[in-house]
């Protein structure tokens, strides 16, 4: 089996390093404080939190609020895998407190547990009871951990949810609350801007990408056979082109392994499997070229071709510098150490595309 694997969540074999990351965060999950997790799309946020919390053994819910559309919702959530959690029976006299009663059905095909609320009470009430559900179930020798991924969403669900939820999870005690998100900006408005209701709460950790040494280790491990020179120079080039990003690396390692299991290539395989991924990819960067605006599409390029935006002598430093801050906002360009474009196949596409 392809022992590289890209898109989801990765555990066990699939994950590498991030020792000192997960010891501060057990450390941290050992108070009574909360973690703010920020860093770039596809850097690992969500594997390390997973891998952390089932190696604590805590018991512990996530929920993904990119997929939460209103507080209802999310109230309903909570319920939702709090019964996964808890026995139904054991827990169902916590349902008491709840001022507008749930509605709790058995999925027939899954047997999952369904939650829903009569309309016509305020979602304010609800959310309330969902988050003391939360509080009354936690026990001391089993602190509850609540993970609320993609949370810069929170501000897009309903106006005034940050606020409400803010003040409730203020009140609470022994849980700890793990809130991860991606579009850095947005996460540090949300965490470090005064006016916010989130100012200040809880203890920031910036996930970087995977040190080099590891990462090389990693794939020079599960790379087929082939001889020890080739296969360091496979995985340097692998590095190279990905610089370390913990996604790209996982597809390009992928792709260089099918090519050298199945077709038996070693010869410029990475070359040939960066073609095959950018040209899987032409259609999608080619709209997203069009999409760009004449500023955009000149500061990617500068990036792709190493060079620094700001350095651009025929546009005013200011006006380089607003559209670098909308293209990291909208997580085409990341920065770490220098401006990097997120994608490097892109990257390579548009250098292509140069030539
Ligand atoms: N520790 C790791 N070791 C190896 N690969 C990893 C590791 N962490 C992440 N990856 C790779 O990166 C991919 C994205 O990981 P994950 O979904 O955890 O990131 P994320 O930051 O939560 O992403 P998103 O911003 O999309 O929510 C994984 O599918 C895997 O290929
Ligand atoms: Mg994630």
């Not at 694997?5 to 590498?16: H, L, P, Q, S, Y």
């Amino acid at each position: 089996m392809n022992p590289f694997k890209f898109g989801t969540i990765v555990e066990d074999d699939f994950f590498t390093d991030r020792k000192s990351e997960s010891e501060v965060l057990k450390q941290k999950l050992d108070s009574e404080n909360h973690i703010v997790i920020i860093g770039p799309r596809r850097f690992g946020k969500s594997s390390l939190v997973q891998k952390v919390v089932t190696e604590i053994g805590r018991p512990y819910i996530r929920i993904d609020l990119q997929y939460v559309l209103s507080v209802t919702e999310f109230a309903a959530q909570i319920l939702k895998s709090v019964f996964k959690l808890y026995p139904y029976e054991k827990i169902k006299h916590q349902l008491s407190h709840f001022r507008i009663v749930p509605t709790i059905s058995t999925n027939a095909v899954t047997g999952a547990l369904d939650v829903s609320f009569q309309s016509g009470g305020g979602s304010t009430i609800l959310l309330e009871d969902a988050i003391a559900t939360l509080e009354k179930v936690s026990t001391e020798k089993n602190r509850l951990i609540v993970i609320l991924d993609e949370f810069q969403e929170v501000t897009k669900i309903q106006k005034g949810f940050d606020k409400q939820l803010r003040a409730l999870i203020q009140q609470q005690k022994g849980l700890n609350y793990i809130l991860l998100g991606s579009q850095e900006s947005m996460m540090e408005d949300i965490f470090e801007k005064k006016k916010s209701p989130f100012y200040h709460f809880g203890q920031i950790m910036r996930l970087q990408k995977i040190p080099y040494a590891d990462f090389a280790e990693y794939i020079k491990k599960r790379l087929p056979k082939c001889n020890d020179n080739e296969q360091d120079c496979i995985t340097n080039k692998i590095l190279d082109i990905t610089q370390c990003h913990p996604y790209y690396t996982q597809q390009l390692s992928s792709q260089v392994w099918e090519l050298m299991n199945y077709q038996k290539i070693t010869d410029n395989v990475v070359e040939l499997a960066i073609e095959q991924l950018t040209n899987m990819h032409d259609l999608d960067f080619e709209r997203l070229w069009i999409s760009m605006n004449h500023t955009n599409r000149e500061i990617l390029r500068q990036i792709a071709l190493s060079q620094n935006p700001l350095q651009n002598r025929e546009k005013p430093t200011s006006t380089s510098f607003s559209a670098i801050k909308r293209l990291m906002r909208d997580g085409y360009i990341i920065y770490v150490d220098k401006y990097e474009i997120e994608d490097p196949f892109f990257a390579k596409w548009i250098i292509n595309k140069e030539l």
